[in-house]
């Protein structure tokens, strides 16, 4: 079993920068993929990005290019979810997941193919 848990999230003004964090514990067997997805109120959870074993390939939704940028150490067992330039749109729950993969570069998007998740972490942009 691992366990993941994310912090960072806060109400913030659009705008602000914010950094989430996702701490992983347990039985990890070597690094994971990992992503972060979120999900507002009253829509479907989706991805926002994700990024491979190793780090070397990324994933971005179309909307968070350019602003989101996604890290991982894996000597502390952490991913990182950098935020600029938020937006009121960017508010929702968001949620660290990871994924036991011997594919180092592989990028997994589909949450149904993560089986491990964070209880989540509330990001909430006023305007």
């Known amino acids: 079993q691992v366990q993941l848990v994310e912090s960072g999230g806060r109400l913030v003004q659009a705008g602000d920068s914010l950094r989430l964090s996702c701490a992983a514990s347990g039985r990890t067997f070597g690094p994971p993929a990992m992503a972060w997805f979120r999900q507002a109120p009253g829509k479907e959870r989706v991805v926002v990005a994700a990024?491979?074993?190793?780090?070397?390939?990324?994933y971005y939704l179309d909307s968070v290019k350019g602003r989101f940028t996604i890290s991982k150490d894996n000597a502390k067992n952490t991913v990182y979810l950098q935020m600029n330039s938020l937006k009121p749109e960017d508010t929702a729950i968001y949620y660290c997941?990871?994924?036991?993969?011997?594919?180092?570069?592989?990028?997994?998007?589909?949450?149904?193919?993560?089986?491990?998740w964070g209880q989540g972490t509330q990001v909430t942009v006023s305007s």
């Open positions: 997941a990871a994924k036991p993969t011997t594919r180092s570069s592989f990028v997994y998007t589909p949450n149904n193919q993560y089986p491990y």
């Open positions: 990024i491979s074993s190793t780090g070397s390939n990324t």
